[in-house]
């Protein structure tokens, strides 16, 4: 197995990565020395195992979807990992030993299958994965509290908007945000945004708007 001893970030956000005891052919080489490219595939091995606080998220969120579908945890499991088996090429995945990478993935694939269908997550559910920036965003877009889970909820944000400002016409791309509830938003302001990120240990949770928020923040769903 290769390591990779030195690596440079580019402006743009690519590396340069210097790989040492590559195998290339002499047409390989014929192609390098006058200046063709050549299509190289980088592999990155995840060697860390899964976590115990993965596992609670997997089996949360299955527990969820069983409380909401009455389908067996088990064959949800086992459907959620064949779809990523099939999507990604894997070997059969096992819960006991798979990877943090593939653990993370199989996360945001339940994940988007609930805020989908609109399975209910228990307070539990959410509150582990507060943390978890793939839900943290999916509950922005579908408006859904991050605290309660209530639908319809609002688009807060973290430092208020100056009054007099038109919320459709400024530019939020930036600005952070969480959607809470009518109920959860006025405790927000009332408390102040430093005392309701301990009391629901927010801090750090909060997402910068993006062109598909900035759109829904102008009036544009």
Known sequence: MQKIPQYI???????????????????????????????VELNIVDGRRITIKQ?????????????HTGQPQ???RQMFQ????????????????????????????I???????????NFKTTDLLKEDGKFIYLTVINRKCIICGKPNSDLAHR????????????????????????QHHNEQHQIGVDAFDDKYHLKGA????????????????
């Open 9 to 39: 970030k580019n402006e743009d956000g690519s590396y340069n990565v210097v790989v040492p005891d590559v195998q290339l052919n002499e047409m390989d080489q014929l192609m390098i020395d006058n200046g063709y490219p050549l299509e």
């Open 82 to 109: 064949f779809y990523l088996e099939m999507m990604k090429g894997y070997e059969p995945i096992s819960l006991s030993d798979t990877t943090v990478t593939k653990a993370k993935e199989l996360i945001e694939i």
């Open 74 to 76: 088990g064959d949800l």
């Open 159 to 182: 430092q208020a908007v100056g009054s007099g400002r038109n919320r459709k016409t400024i530019n939020h791309i930036g600005a952070e945000i969480l959607a809470l509830c009518r």
């Open 206 to 221: 909060w997402i910068k708007a993006d062109e598909k928020l900035n759109e829904m923040l102008r009036g544009g769903k």
């Open 55 to 67: 596992r609670k998220k997997i089996f949360a969120l299955l527990n969820d979807i069983y409380i």
């Open 111 to 121: 994940l988007e299958w609930t805020f989908l269908h609109d399975v209910p997550l």
